[in-house]
């Protein structure tokens, strides 16, 4: 069974990752160009998603939003999304999840001096609240990821390189429950009024 469950999470990460390129191709054709714009599209597109059983497991999921002193309360977070996933199986059953800072830096292109040194504020005001925060970078070919401590800790202003993490790989181990933190919960979210997220969730009938 645990390897079913394995195969299970490999394949909603997939699911995952084919809504990633379809929201990073809109924004390569033009269709969306702002990063909370990407980012709805990002959210609606795994909401798409997570709506069928995948591998074995059925998944369900709900769009969080504020739409009040967003702007305040993402520079007092740092993130500009939750990501909140739980899952209830006879071998796992959590629930946890992540904060996100999205960005859009195209790759090989350097950031200014005055974004870098926002990006590293933010990296540590959700540190602060938890270790599992996460930068996105949004590309015309892909979006890579990274952990907030890797970027907060690098002096590269080239943001795609200390990306390092595919998309695919990020919701992998997101899934499997290797990274997460159990206090971040869609209640949080409503806690920290940060400006968008997702909660997923994933069942295996009895």
């Known amino acids: 069974m645990e390897i079913q469950l394995e195969k299970a999470f490999r394949e909603a990460a997939h699911a995952a ?21 990407i980012t709805g599209a990002l959210i609606g597109r795994l909401d798409a998603a997570f709506d069928e059983n995948i591998g074995g497991v059925n ?11 967003v702007a305040a309360q993402e520079k007092k977070t740092g993130a500009d999304m939750l990501f909140h996933v739980s899952i209830e ?11 996100i800072q999205s960005k859009r830096v195209d790759d090989g292109v350097e950031m200014t001096a005055s974004s870098h040194k926002e ?10 609240i938890t270790p599992d925060s996460f930068i996105f970078n949004y590309t015309k070919s892909a979006m890579r990821c990274a952990s907030a401590n890797r970027i907060a800790g690098a002096s ?8 390092n993490l595919t998309s695919y790989r990020f919701f992998l181990e997101l899934f499997r429950c290797t990274t997460g933190d159990r206090r971040i919960t869609s209640a ?19």
């Not at 590269?156 to 990306?163: E, G, K, M, T, V």
């Not at 009024?193 to 997702?198: D, E, F, K, L, Y």
Request: charged residues 25%.
């Open 156 to 163: 590269n202003r080239i943001l795609n390189d200390s990306c």
């Open 17 to 37: 990752d084919r809504a990633v390129s379809a929201a990073m191709a809109k924004y390569a054709s033009g269709y969306i160009t702002d990063e909370d714009d």
């Open 59 to 69: 998944w369900s999921s709900s769009i969080l939003r504020h739409r009040k002193g």
């Open 119 to 128: 990006l590293l504020s933010q990296c540590d005001k959700m540190l602060n």
């Open 188 to 206: 949080k979210f409503d806690d920290l009024q940060i400006p968008q997220g997702i909660a997923i969730k994933g069942t295996i009938g009895q």
């Open 89 to 99: 199986t006879p071998q796992l059953t959590y629930s946890k999840g992540v904060l």
